[in-house]
């Protein structure tokens, strides 16, 4: 399958039940055929067949056979025949055969197509077994789609009910914004990009569709996908212009304030992520990270704890299923808070049936709360730890606080690493409908607070102290715990990414002109695509509101 189409192991189930039922199907059909074309449309007539020799042959690897001749009489005349068998034939036994009125030289064991098409039964039996494993099977992909569909669209309800509830807070964040002429300007941009996002996606189904031989015999069929060809380049350079305009602006009027809000010594860097070295020593989703790329670099400090995070997601390859992306890919954000001590051991939390974040020499310990060992999976190396940390209280929090997608958590050194996947980017809207801007900003708003509340509800360095004293001492700790001196990381650095729509740096004054994105000026957008170097200000986009 390296070669092949890259699918989810559900899916290989259902290629395999499906190929299995498809060769006995085939063989039931072409049995069909071929017994049908030797009758034709007419009954054969009795005859009695007479043997009259049998000789000895040797074939192939010493093995031997029989050459039976027998002959018989149809209207007169007389045909000699002969039949291969592993065994002798005494001369002068007769059979009785059946031939063909039109051709007597054709014989056969049965009078008619009917009484020669008996399909064994268990064919019968293995194919209709094949087909129903087929369709089961099937049924469950469907509905996995569907589950992982419903969990993005119950978390997008979830954002829009907490606005309405918090209307006037929203209200009084104190972002000055010229909705209107955002709108004028962005609403356009966005629907030029759906239809052209929508184009493209027909072009690959039809694509696809020739590809497996589906269409093959339709020409015109063929012919759309030619000219599609043709059409790709225009539409595709269009559509990375409109991103780049829709998303420059958006980033701006939208994202900037919100972390303003929310952050002090705010760093923005749109185009920028960590690195693949980085999420690899994260532990919390793996080494598969071929086609990684990450954007939306956020750096800052929420009530003196230092906070970072970014979106990362893997590239879908062309040969890879969709539902392989949904449940095997990445694509989500990762947050990093930064707290002063250090525990002694690392915790990894995850979501139930969620294969991500690595818990290798790691011991799986079962809690207390039946409710949350249903949702969550703890590993850790130490279970005092483990009780300490997971405390009643915080158990309910991850329980009632809805992440979406699947959820890792790792307590490791002096950092809480934390996985959202199978999300979207913080501040990436959904293009296929309408642009709401007050919804845009209070959606940005409370999903970083979301993840911003894991600080409120930690007091993170009293908490490493007292849970390396309970990992060591148990319940009962014979003295007051000490600070312990700090331990130096490594500060990791972003990476700049070229596939991103975002390069890097400072851009001043937002300038909206209606009607089509910004008016950018050409050495502006080279600017915007260069790099940031280790000498620069660590600030990609400082904010200016």
């Not at 059946?98 to 008619?112: G, V």
């Not at 525990?343 to 995850?350: A, Y």
């Not at 949702?375 to 209280?393: C, G, I, N, R």
């Amino acid at each position: 399958m390296s070669r092949g189409k890259k699918v989810s192991e559900i899916e290989m189930i259902f290629f395999i039940f499906q190929s299995l039922a498809a060769i006995m199907l085939f063989g039931i059909l072409t049995n069909y055929l071929v017994i049908r074309l030797s009758f034709g449309g007419e009954d054969y007539l009795p005859v009695d067949i007479t043997y009259t020799k049998s000789e000895m042959r040797v074939g192939d690897y010493d093995t031997t056979y029989y050459v039976n001749t027998y002959c018989y009489v149809v209207n007169g005349n007389e045909y000699t025949e002969t039949a291969n068998t592993d065994t002798a034939i005494e001369p002068g036994t007769k059979e009785q055969r059946y031939y063909c009125p039109t051709n007597p030289e054709r014989l056969s064991r049965y009078r008619s197509f009917k009484e020669e098409y008996a399909i064994p039964w268990h064919v019968i039996v293995l194919f209709v077994i094949f087909q129903i494993s087929a369709i089961f099977v099937h049924v469950k992909i469907k509905k996995k789609k569907h589950e992982i569909e419903t969990e993005h669209t119950a978390y997008e309800e979830k954002i829009r009910k907490d606005m309405q509830k918090n209307q006037n807070q929203y209200k009084n964040l104190g972002i000055q914004l010229d909705e209107q002429r955002l709108f004028l300007a962005l609403e356009p941009l966005r629907k030029r990009i759906d239809k052209n996002q929508r184009t493209l996606a027909a072009m690959e189904k039809r694509k696809e569709a020739v590809n497996s031989g589906g269409a093959v015999l339709l020409i015109a069929y063929a012919l759309v996908v030619v000219i599609d060809n043709f059409r790709r380049g225009k539409i595709e350079e269009q559509l990375a212009a409109d991103l780049r305009s829709f998303y420059i602006d958006y980033k701006r009027n939208i994202g900037e304030p919100v972390l303003n809000q929310l952050l002090e010594d705010v760093s923005y860097k749109p185009g920028q992520g960590f690195s693949a070295e980085e999420v690899k020593s994260f532990g919390v989703y793996g080494n598969r990270l071929f086609n990684y790329q990450s954007e939306d670099y956020i750096e800052g400090v929420y009530k003196g704890v230092g906070y970072r995070q970014a979106d990362v997601r893997k590239e879908r390859k062309k040969n890879e299923s969709e539902l392989s992306i949904m449940t095997e890919g990445l694509n989500g954000r990762i947050s990093v808070y930064d707290f002063k001590k250090n525990l002694d051991g690392d915790i990894v939390i995850r979501s139930k049936n969620n294969s991500d974040g690595v818990v290798s020499n790691l011991t799986k310990i079962d809690m207390e709360n039946i409710v949350f060992n249903q949702k969550f999976e703890v590993y850790a190396e130490s279970a005092h730890m483990v009780f300490y940390l997971l405390t009643p209280q915080f158990m309910e929090y991850l329980l009632k606080l809805d992440f979406g997608g699947k959820l890792v958590l790792r307590f490791t050194g002096n950092r809480i690493i934390v996985l959202r996947n199978r999300i979207t980017g913080i501040f990436e809207p959904d293009l296929k409908q309408p642009l709401d801007i007050p919804y845009e900003i209070g959606k940005s708003y409370q999903e970083l607070k979301d993840i911003l509340d894991f600080i409120d509800i930690l007091n993170l360095d009293k908490m490493a102290e007292e849970a390396n004293a309970r990992a060591a001492y148990g319940e009962s700790i014979p003295f007051d715990v000490s600070p312990d001196t700090v331990k130096e990381e490594p500060v990791y650095g972003v990476v700049n990414q070229e596939d991103s729509i975002f390069g890097g740096p400072d851009f001043e004054e937002p300038n909206i002109s209606a009607g089509n994105g910004p008016d950018i000026e050409n050495e502006e957008l080279e600017n915007w695509n260069k790099p940031v170097s280790s000498g620069e200000s660590k600030s990609g986009l400082k904010l200016k509101l």
